[in-house]
């Protein structure tokens, strides 16, 4: 007897104890976003027993962050921050052969002890360090600086920065195309690789005179330049023909350093080729690469070149996903790589004995995986809708999947988010499209919510399993209200013909798939109050929602961020002239009805829905005229519609005081018009 009440007593209390937690547990806010630490980059030591990385944590009092340093065991155990100055430390390696950590301090590379302690400056370069690699030995490191290309010294920089800061004239003169990229005006420097040699205290510019950047402005990656095992040659990204606007073709070159021979061609695509890497035993050399010209979506293959014999192979050609980061094994047998697939950013295994491509590890969202010396363990970074990214590890067998870091557990702890679910609707042509649902905090399937129906940018993109700082389905959620976000025609992720299907039509099949997901919804989960449905959406998402606004009364209201709105105009604005004469199969006097008939300006007389519209000044991709003409033609047409407009943002919003006006403006709009 006494047994029974002794357990009844301390089921009792957990059950308590429960519902106590669940109660002190509260919905996101805009504070909570900006207090979690983001982290970056990060890198293990050679014995794989230490980890250091970077973490950037946010002010609303400066409205800026600042990037600090880490370290912590790989086991997870005597987490410690190393760095923490006032000035931004990023970027942080073991330096080879040493004890010593190595990162970036106000544009200059710098070491410390794996304490943190006897901080010392290395690179000492007016121009200043933008990336850095070391060589296998520490004995050099490639970077990357901006100058000017007719310069052959620092002193030639130093003086062409002085001319143009104390000229009172500061008008251009432009004679390419390439004249803005992305949020900036492109000036006349060039990001070029240089060599630095620690033993002889020299600088070389390896790009010396060249007029475009290495690595590229765009179509990219993170890993576009690396040394050869033995530090004597290294290989290198680079686009002959960016400035002409039209040209992703992005080439991989090799150079040798210790002699004075033009870099080599490998890449043989006028596609996209970037992030070559050498094989560890130095036999070969890998890169990434897309087939066709002109597209930036195309899919990405990992190709293999044969040093010995100049052949080349494609390793992925039968699998319908694209690779993104990947990384060699220490042997040389094997390729880790990443790639989407559906909602989730999945780590797979390539055999190079046999070929074969296994899914590795498939939950949530990977990135930067990095293998230990015996090749026993991978490190990664891992993301998902409840967690931005922490460090976790997994043994190389696939097994023993583990949490290293915990940076923000203490404010995640206190929140109550509720993770992905998906559903599947028949979309245009009978094909499947899946959606991401994510409840409302404190949840009950008894009640009705309001939703909110979410639109991702690209159009070749996809919403995931991630923790999304700007398009944060939690943030959405927060209020009350159901999120659904489709990955219609063009997402990522479901094979390359999914993908490719949404070029040369905009507002066709994927307009489609998204309206039949929107009523999937509303007829399936009895939670959702079809009487309170709103939609958002930027980029594309935003060119989708002025779509929407022309073609359906089917929202209570609507959110434009960034959103192309003249096909015409846009043309004329934007920057990378390469994505609107593929997405529209030329350009506006060769394709004039595709421009038209895609173009949401054509059919917003149409618009009774409310409109919210958000741009920034400094947004070059998709030009802030594109909002001006859509808020002046709802103003002429009545429709009940704001301008959220900022002169110190870009396509994103980035600063924490502007993001929490954003989100304030945004979620008071759906309230205004919520039933």
């Known amino acids: 007897m006494y047994n029974r009440f002794k357990y009844f007593v301390i089921s009792l209390l957990i059950i308590l104890t429960s519902q106590i937690i669940i109660a002190q547990k509260r919905a996101i806010t805009i504070d909570d976003l900006w207090a979690l630490k983001r982290i970056s980059t990060f890198d293990i030591n050679s014995d794989g027993s230490k980890i250091v990385f970077a973490a950037t944590s946010f002010s609303f009092e400066t409205n800026k962050g600042n990037s600090d340093i880490y370290l912590v065991n790989s086991d997870g155990s005597e987490l410690k921050a190393i760095l923490t100055s006032e000035k931004s430390e990023s970027s942080p390696r073991f330096v080879p052969n040493s004890n010593l950590i190595s990162f970036i301090k106000n544009g200059q590379i710098w070491t410390c002890n794996i304490d943190g302690s006897n901080e010392k400056q290395i690179t000492n370069i007016y121009s200043g360090v933008n990336d850095y690699k070391w060589s296998n030995d520490g004995n050099r490191i490639l970077f990357t600086s901006s100058v000017y290309p007719d310069c052959k010294t620092q002193e030639c920089n130093e003086s062409k920065d002085k001319e143009a800061e104390s000229s009172k004239v500061k008008a251009k003169i432009f004679e390419q195309l390439m004249y803005r990229h992305w949020n900036d005006w492109r000036g006349d420097k060039r990001s070029h690789l240089f060599m630095y040699d620690l033993k002889t205290n020299s600088y070389k510019d390896l790009n010396e005179g060249l007029t475009e950047d290495v690595p590229p402005l765009a179509l990219g990656s993170s890993n576009d330049f690396n040394f050869s095992p033995d530090g004597n040659e290294i290989v290198y990204t680079l686009n002959p023909e960016f400035s002409t606007a039209i040209s992703t073709n992005n080439e991989i070159y090799l150079l040798k350093l210790d002699d004075k021979s033009s870099p080599k061609l490998l890449s043989e695509s006028k596609g996209v080729d970037c992030q070559p890497i050498f094989s560890p035993d130095g036999k070969y050399i890998s890169w990434t690469s897309m087939k066709r010209a002109g597209f930036e979506a195309d899919k990405k293959d990992l190709i293999l070149y044969d040093r010995k014999t100049g052949k080349t192979k494609n390793l992925t050609e039968t699998l319908d996903r694209s690779v993104?980061?990947?990384?060699?094994?220490?042997?040389s047998k094997f390729i880790y790589f990443i790639a989407q697939n559906e909602i989730n950013t999945s780590i797979y295994k390539l055999d190079l004995v046999t070929g074969k491509i296994s899914l590795f590890h498939n939950e949530n969202y990977n990135a930067q995986i990095k293998l230990s010396n015996d090749g026993k363990i991978l490190f990664f970074l891992k993301q998902k809708a409840t967690m931005p990214y922490e460090i976790f590890s997994i043994n190389s067998n696939g097994s023993n999947l583990k949490q290293i870091t915990s940076i923000n557990s203490d404010i995640l702890s206190k929140l109550e988010m509720n993770p992905v679910e998906t559903f599947w609707s028949v979309g245009a042509n009978g094909d499947k499209v899946q959606s991401i649902l994510v409840k409302p905090p404190f949840f009950d399937p008894s009640k009705k919510y309001p939703m909110?129906?979410?639109?991702?940018?690209?159009?070749?993109?996809?919403?995931?399993?991630n923790f999304h700082f700007r398009w944060n389905y939690q943030m959405f959620a927060s209020e009350g209200y159901v999120v659904v976000a489709p990955n219609p025609r063009g997402s990522t992720g479901y094979g390359q013909k999914f993908t490719d299907e949404i070029s040369g039509d905009w507002g066709g099949k994927v307009y489609e798939d998204l309206m039949n997901a929107y009523d999937y919804a509303i007829n399936n989960f009895?939670?959702?109050?079809?009487?309170n449905t709103f939609a958002a959406g930027a980029s594309y998402g935003g060119y989708m929602i002025n779509w929407i606004a022309g073609h359906t009364d089917r929202f209570n209201a609507l959110v434009s961020h960034a959103g192309v709105f003249n096909l015409e105009s846009m043309y004329?604005?934007?920057e990378e002239l390469w994505f609107p004469e593929w997405e529209f199969t030329g350009t506006p006097w060769e394709k004039r009805e595709v421009y038209h008939k895609w173009s949401p300006h054509r059919y917003i007389h149409n618009c009774k829905t409310p409109v919210l519209i958000v741009h920034g000044a400094y947004d070059f991709r998709v030009s802030e005229e594109q909002a001006f003409q859509l808020f002046t033609s709802l103003k002429r047409l009545g429709?009940?519609?704001?301008?959220?407009?900022?002169?110190?943002?870009?396509?994103?919003?980035?600063k924490p005081l502007n993001s929490k006006l954003w989100w304030a403006t945004v979620l008071d709009w759906f309230r205004k018009y919520r039933k």
């Open 324 to 331: 993104e980061d990947y990384i060699w094994s220490n042997d």
């Open 526 to 531: 009895s939670f959702i109050d079809k009487n």
């Open 639 to 654: 429709v009940d519609t704001k301008f959220l407009y900022f002169p110190d943002e870009t396509h994103f919003v980035a």
């Open 572 to 574: 004329g604005t934007t």
């Open 452 to 465: 909110i129906f979410l639109i991702h940018g690209g159009p070749q993109g996809a919403w995931e399993d």
